[in-house]
């Protein structure tokens, strides 16, 4: 699929994260360590967007992730709530510059 600049995947993306490649809607966003996957599920919560955390011994060690489902169901302003609140715990947390 082309690029969109306007897609949650493609925002996400440019912010920093790193991401798992391809387009379908469970975006796995890489944190590496479990620590920083639950912290940043605990912070992104103080912003409202409730997700999980996943490491071992669900994903492999030094895999850990935050997983997003997108559907058709989210408005766009909810959308842009949640990369905004990515973006600034990810910046709080060290995972972006």
Same mark, same amino acid.
């Given at each position: 699929l ?8 493609? %925002? +996400? ?6 991401? %798992? ?5 469970? /975006?796995?966003? +890489? ?8 912290? +940043?599920? $605990? ?6 967007i *409730? ?13 850990? %992730?935050? %997983?997003?489902?997108?559907?058709? $169901? ?11 609140? *990515?973006?600034?715990?990810?910046k709080?947390?060290? /995972?972006?510059?």
């Amino acid at each position: 699929l082309p690029a969109c600049p306007l897609c949650p995947r493609e %925002r +996400m993306g440019q912010a920093g994260f790193q991401l %798992r490649p391809g387009y379908h809607p469970i /975006v796995p966003i +890489m944190l590496g360590e479990a620590r920083l996957a639950s912290d +940043m599920a $605990a912070q992104l919560l103080d912003h409202g967007i *409730f997700v999980t955390g996943f490491s071992y011994p669900v994903v492999p060690k030094g895999a850990a %992730r935050i %997983r997003v489902q997108i559907s058709a $169901a989210h408005s766009t302003a909810q959308i842009d709530k949640c990369v905004d609140a *990515f973006v600034a715990v990810g910046k709080q947390l060290g /995972v972006l510059a």
